[in-house]
Structure formats: structure tokens, C-alpha cells
């Protein structure tokens, strides 16, 4: 039962251009969504967050949108560089996952060429 | 400030035999976490950790896996014995509580190959 899916394992875009990553989940009681970045050989790092009361949430070069009603979340990335060529993953938690288990998608590795 | 510690970073082994993992968290991180990723796949909580006490487990096969933190700060995981399946990136992460609207802080990850 895969509560958080990333349907493209793959993206690839041109530096400056924008980058859309996205990601279903299934549980309406999640109330937490995180975005992970992971290089090779390393553990992932925290991106950006949003709150299930918040539609949007901004960092710098990185948004990360919330449609509740769609159970959809989507991270923008503008502009993008080839330093942002990475692994991402999206998280969820709340309701029935308690207690800080985060439940995490399988990840879309994002290429951004020069 | 040092980052989770996390060794050995891979270790081959063939079925059957022991491995153990260990994870040293960011000072001052009372909760733990053991996660496990397979290849293409997001990390899997196997166990959470508040200071000593396991507090969720539920996802840890616990006929061939176990977990310890003793006083509540380093944590070693083992597999006995390992199986083909068991091939994967273990990876401990931290937090400063629980985590529900935080951010964890992971380790590099120990790849286990199992042969």
C-alpha cells in the first residue's frame, strides 16, 4: 500500500529553466509534506515543508504547492542549476502515522543540463 | 557541528552471516531512527527511538533483525542471519523530538550486499 507516490522516476530540464516535481498521497489525514534531496552516496537533506493549512510555501528558488482536495503536492524549482541534480523525495505524516514516521515516495532523480 | 555518524559505509557479506550497523545522532537528538531503502524505493522506517525506548517497531522483522540505543544515544542495528533481501541502504537519521512537523537529520547510509 503506497500512501505516496512519485509516478516519474525521472526528469530532466534545462538549467534555467523550471522544474516540476510532483506527488500523489492517498491518506487524507496526513498533515505534514516535506521534500528531501538526496546526492549520491550521501543521506537525504530537509528542502522545504508545507503544512496541510497552507496551499503554498516558499524558499528562495523552491515553492512547493498543496492541493488538498487533489491529494497532490508539487515542488517548483526556479531557476534551475545543475547544482540542483539530485534525488528528491516527498514525504507525508500525521493522522494515522504518528509520531514522527515520515511515509516517503520513491524518489524522482532530476537532471538539469547545462 | 558533526553530522549523524553512521559505519561501516558498506559491508559485503554472504547469507546467512551477522552484520551489525552503528549510528552516532547530533548531540542533543533524543529520537532516533533506523530507516531501510532499497534500490528505487524511499526510505522505510523500520524503528523510531525516543532517548532509550523504542516507541515504534512495527516494521522491524524482528525473527532476524534487532535494535538497541543504549543510554539513549549511539544505536547499533544487526541482522542475523542476513538474507538476499537484506541488500540495501540502511540509513539512522535524527531529530530534536518527534519529528511530525520537523525535518530528520540523516546519515550517509551503510550499503549492505548481500552475496
Known amino acids: 500500500d503506497q500512501q505516496v507516490k512519485q509516478n516519474s522516476p525521472s526528469l530532466s530540464v534545462q538549467e534555467g529553466r523550471i522544474s516540476i516535481l510532483n506527488c500523489d498521497y492517498t491518506?487524507?489525514?496526513?498533515?505534514?509534506f516535506l521534500w528531501y534531496k538526496k546526492y549520491p552516496a550521501e543521506g537525504p537533506t530537509f528542502l522545504i515543508s508545507i503544512s496541510s493549512i497552507k496551499d503554498k510555501n516558499e524558499d528562495g528558488r523552491f515553492t512547493v504547492f498543496l492541493n488538498k482536495s487533489a491529494k497532490h503536492l508539487s515542488l517548483h524549482i526556479v531557476p534551475s542549476q545543475p547544482g540542483d541534480s539530485a534525488v528528491y523525495f516527498c514525504a507525508a505524516s500525521g493522522g494515522s502515522v504518528k509520531g514522527g514516521k515520515l511515509i516517503f515516495g520513491q524518489g524522482t532523480e532530476l537532471s538539469v543540463k547545462p | 557541528e558533526a553530522g549523524v555518524v553512521q559505519s561501516p559505509r558498506y559491508k559485503i557479506i554472504e547469507k546467512k552471516q551477522p552484520v551489525a550497523f552503528w549510528c552516532n545522532p547530533i548531540?542533543?537528538?533524543?529520537?532516533l531512527y533506523w530507516y531501510r531503502q532499497n534500490l528505487g524505493q524511499g526510505p522505510e522506517l523500520l524503528i523510531r527511538y525516543e532517548n532509550e525506548e523504542a516507541v515504534d517497531d512495527s516494521q522491524l522483522p524482528k525473527d532476524r533483525f534487532s535494535a538497541e540505543r543504549l543510554k539513549g544515544v549511539d544505536s547499533t542495528l544487526k541482522i542475523q542471519p542476513a538474507e538476499l533481501g537484506d541488500s540495501a541502504v540502511y540509513l539512522c537519521a535524527s531529530s530534536f523530538g518527534r519529528a511530525n512537523t520537523g525535518e530528520l537529520f540523516f546519515g550517509e547510509g551503510s550499503r549492505l550486499t548481500v552475496l
Open positions: 548531540s542533543g537528538h533524543n529520537t
Open positions: 491518506n487524507s489525514m496526513f498533515d505534514y
